[in-house]
């Protein structure tokens, strides 16, 4: 089965620097890739995905990069804000149906004022 | 769009009795509804995938009879943990897979269970 793991687990950065958190998955059949953030107590919330024939993918300041040949994929936010601090998941299937979601192990990201 | 509603969000129960938790996707209709399981401070661990009409596919160690999956729409499914135990104290979220997509997965905003 699909095995997805994620890296660093806990990052703190200051408000306003950029935060990269990396994830690597070992299907290579899986093509679809979603990020989650997840606040306290709440459900997980889909903030960007991409699929795997694309290599790149933002949204405002949050970009997602994909390396198939490499089987890593990565979050980037810019210029962030207090409100960014949260759990956030990497995730990777074989988009279709009842095919499940592996998620990666959660990085918590500290945004400092 | 993309609503997930999950109810309740809290509950506490005594010992040996069952709790029912209800999944509803509000604007949208899912082919696939998903449960999970989340210990604090780790990640998400996939108990069910269900499917409308059709019985639940359970993970390897997931009790089929403890945790019983009723999907009885496109827009609803329940999952009930009976005869509950400390043991069985966690935050519990659903998902859904959005049908046009087929692909996109929306989360409800989890139930956090607490066994006495």
């Known amino acids: 089965g699909e095995n997805v793991e994620q890296h660093p687990s806990t990052l703190s950065v200051q408000e306003g620097d950029s935060a990269v958190i990396k994830c690597t998955y070992s299907?290579?059949?899986?093509?679809?890739f979603p990020w989650y953030k997840q606040e306290l107590g709440k459900g997980p919330q889909l903030i960007i995905d991409i699929r795997s024939n694309v290599g790149e993918k933002k949204d405002q300041r949050i970009a997602v990069t994909l390396n198939k040949t490499a089987k890593h994929f990565s979050l980037h936010i810019t210029e962030t804000q207090p409100e960014d601090s949260a759990v956030y998941f990497c995730?990777?299937?074989?988009?279709?149906?009842?095919?499940?979601?592996?998620f990666g192990t959660g990085t918590r990201l500290t945004i400092i004022p | 769009g993309a609503v997930v509603s999950q109810h309740p969000s809290r509950v506490i129960c005594k010992s040996g009795t069952s709790v029912k938790i209800e999944c509803r996707s509000l604007d949208f209709q899912a082919t696939t509804m998903f449960w999970y399981r989340q210990f604090p401070k780790k990640s998400l661990m996939l108990m069910a995938t269900s499917n409308e009409g059709s019985k639940a596919t359970y993970e390897q160690g997931v009790e089929k009879d403890k945790f019983l999956i009723n999907h009885a729409s496109l827009t609803l499914s329940t999952l009930t943990v009976t005869s509950a135990h400390p043991e069985d104290s966690s935050f519990y979220i659903c998902?859904?897979?959005?049908?046009?997509?087929?692909?996109?997965?929306?989360f409800g905003s989890g139930t956090q269970l607490s066994v006495l």
């Open positions: 299907d290579s059949a899986s093509n679809y």
């Open positions: 995730a990777a299937s074989r988009a279709a149906g009842n095919e499940k979601l592996t």
């Open positions: 998902s859904a897979r959005h049908r046009a997509t087929n692909e996109k997965l929306f």
